[in-house]
């Protein structure tokens, strides 16, 4: 058994190595397209820690650690997602565009607000405003967002475990729907709904390629830049935020901080050239991973239980996303490859949307995908607060 913080650091960062070694042998396997390894590495890690690999005990020095690594971590990913982030290609979508956008963030919200409280007693557990905030936070967001939702709301370990079964679980089938099904359907539904590309072609010939550095290898000065950056914003965010929390005890430190930490990252993205760094998809990716497989320590196996109800839960939000966007489609003339871009976007974020929006053979659809994915996690952790509290006034 693992007791001490740096035992528990470097059990984590060598499953992480495993992990990566694992998926470049074994990854493009049968077995694995159906199960992918992120879902094996996740069980694993809880299996790790439900066995006991690490002593999770309260105030022993893993939960400590664990804490530390959770608190300061996800800020860090936070700025490294939203500073990739540019306000102006954002606008240069067009309204049709950002319309289609907007429409599909209310469906998902709409969504996760039914599908919680239609379920919250076959669930029954104590934090379902904040398990449905993390989902939501992701869904629109990225993992960024599930787990700045996540702190702000105090989730438990067994209400995150259940948020990242219904996130993980359900997403791959759903990304692997809009892959293969919406080709084949897309000549009928869009003769059905009068569809009108045009304004994809043009927004995407209107957004700049800005990638003019990405071609280039990634330098020890590249990393220490935006770790840099972004740890000092983390540490000035955290003064202020615990300065308002004095003054207005209502704001917590956690919400003044991740505001302050997301509007200065979007600002820093769109008028310097910080978000076109090599390195930041690389320490984005990292820390994404890490806080995603902390968030199985300390779990118990019993929270999978009502698995079933779980995977109905976000079966139905999904079942509201598609037909709400099926109706805004028809209502707006949107052809069903834009409604796929928007859905990835949303629901998948920035390393799935270009996967999805490649499968449709339109360029544009990848330019205008790649922006769309990259508004998500400006407003995933404040729409998944929205939806956690309107949840749990209505179950109350």
Known sequence: MITTGFGFAASVFALLALYYVFTEKFGNSRAFKVVPTLIVFYVLF?????FGLWSYEEGS?????KQAMTDYGVPLLIFTAVVQSDGRKMLKLGPKLLLVYVLTCISIILGMIVAGVA????????EMGGTMA????????GPENLYAAANIAELSDGGLANALLLIYVVFTP????????????ADKFNKWTKADIRPIEEAASNIADSTAEAGRNTSARDIFIVLGIAMMLELVS?????KVEAIFPSVSQSITMYLIVTVVSLFVGTYTKLGQNPALPAISGTLAMVMLLLGCVGIDLGVFKDAGYFLATSAT??????VFMIVAAKLLRVDLQTLGCASIATIGGNSSAPVVATAYGNKAYITIATVMA????????????????VIDMMVK
């Open 174 to 185: 759903w990304m692997t729907m809009l892959i293969v099904l919406v080709p084949i359907v």
């Open 119 to 126: 379920f919250a007693s076959k669930l029954n557990i104590p």
């Open 134 to 141: 993390a989902v939501t936070g992701s869904f629109i967001g």
């Open 374 to 389: 990259a508004i998500g996690p400006v407003i995933g952790t404040f729409t998944g607060l929205f939806v956690g509290n």
């Open 238 to 242: 955290l003064v202020i935020g615990e």
């Open 46 to 50: 809880i299996l790790c820690s439900h």
């Open 61 to 65: 020095q893993v939960t400590a650690t």
């Open 317 to 322: 939000a999904l079942i509201i996303h598609a």
